[in-house]
């Protein structure tokens, strides 16, 4: 019943911006935290970025500055603008979402989408 798809990757050169896009079905991302998380080949998955239901944000120090998360409830979307982004930043991305966790670097989201790949070219 729930789901969530991502969109928005793809390859670019360091330096460069991509916005990626999480829409949900099934939940309300103003009843729900929502998060980024990312994962590279031989790596573990990385927590990058939440928003909670009531609007508060938190970034990753590896992202920060850089990256920024939002939403827009009425069209149940979050969104991740990715600025000067560099290779280390190539990994699958994954939207996340659950109603009571608030998500961090130590949590597991309720939900997960099915993530998009971004590709980060020196």
């Known amino acids: 019943q729930v789901q969530l798809v991502e969109s928005g990757g793809g390859l670019v050169q360091a330096g460069g911006s991509l916005r990626l896009s999480c829409v949900a079905s099934?939940?309300?991302?103003?009843?729900?935290?929502m998060g980024w998380f990312r994962q590279a080949p031989g790596k573990e998955r990385e927590f990058v970025a939440s928003?909670?239901?009531?609007?508060?944000?938190d970034h990753a120090d590896s992202v920060k500055g850089r990256f920024t998360i939002s939403k827009d409830n009425a069209k149940n979307t979050v969104f991740l603008q990715m600025n000067s982004l560099k290779p280390e930043d190539t990994a699958v991305y994954y939207c996340?979402?659950?109603?009571?966790?608030?998500?961090?670097?130590?949590?597991?989201?309720?939900?997960w989408g099915q993530g998009t790949q971004v590709t980060v070219s020196s």
């Open positions: 996340a979402a659950d109603r009571w966790r608030n998500l961090g670097p130590t949590q597991t989201p309720r939900y």
């Open positions: 099934g939940l309300t991302t103003g009843s729900n935290n």
């Open positions: 928003i909670t239901w009531t609007g508060n944000t």
